[in-house]
């Protein structure tokens, strides 16, 4: 990856609608070499998907919890069967298997308490689990999709990571 593909990502990550053409401009490429190269990108995974972010609040879905989880059983077969349904979960935005005191951590967005209620009553009749600790957000600070981006290689060293690009 070069600039010119830093460039182009950091740009997709604030705004994805934007054009071939308008993104061309912005990094120094006509249309063809520039969807040439998001193709590659797209191609080797380094996009991994392209969506709209929405606000779950104007959604009714204003309620956010954290939710560690430790279990007495590591096996793969309990792993696997565990992971599947947490997946299945649509309450569930990130899953995460842990290192520290917490085996795994989950990000729930629902509607409220009650449907978080509902939400935990079908997670731990799920399978049989340690303990569930559940930690409630009270205000959103920062939230971001945006990777911290690195520089391009100058001299064999890397640069702190890109800031604002296009502007």
């Known amino acids: 990856m070069d600039s ?19 993104i061309g401009e912005k990094v120094g490429l006509s249309q063809t070499p520039c969807w040439k190269r998001i193709q590659r990108l797209e191609a080797d995974g380094v996009i991994d998907r392209r969506v709209a972010v929405l606000d779950p609040v104007k959604l009714g879905l204003g309620l956010t919890v954290f939710v560690s989880i ?24 990130e899953f995460y298997r842990m290192a520290g005191d917490v085996d795994y951590m989950l990000r729930v967005v629902v509607a409220d308490m009650r449907a978080y209620d509902t939400f935990y009553k079908q ?21 971001t999709t945006a990777l911290p981006l690195p520089a391009p290689p100058t001299n064999g060293r890397h640069m702190p990571a890109l800031s604002v690009v296009g502007e």
């Open 70 to 93: 430790e279990t007495a059983d590591h096996s793969r077969e309990w792993l696997e069967r565990f992971a599947a349904t947490v997946a299945a979960m649509p309450e569930v935005l």
């Open 123 to 143: 997670l731990i009749a799920t399978l049989p689990l340690k303990n569930v600790t559940s930690r409630f957000a009270m205000e959103k600070v920062k939230s």
């Open 4 to 22: 010119i593909d830093l460039k182009i990502l950091a740009l997709l990550q604030q705004d994805a609608t934007l054009s071939i053409a308008a």
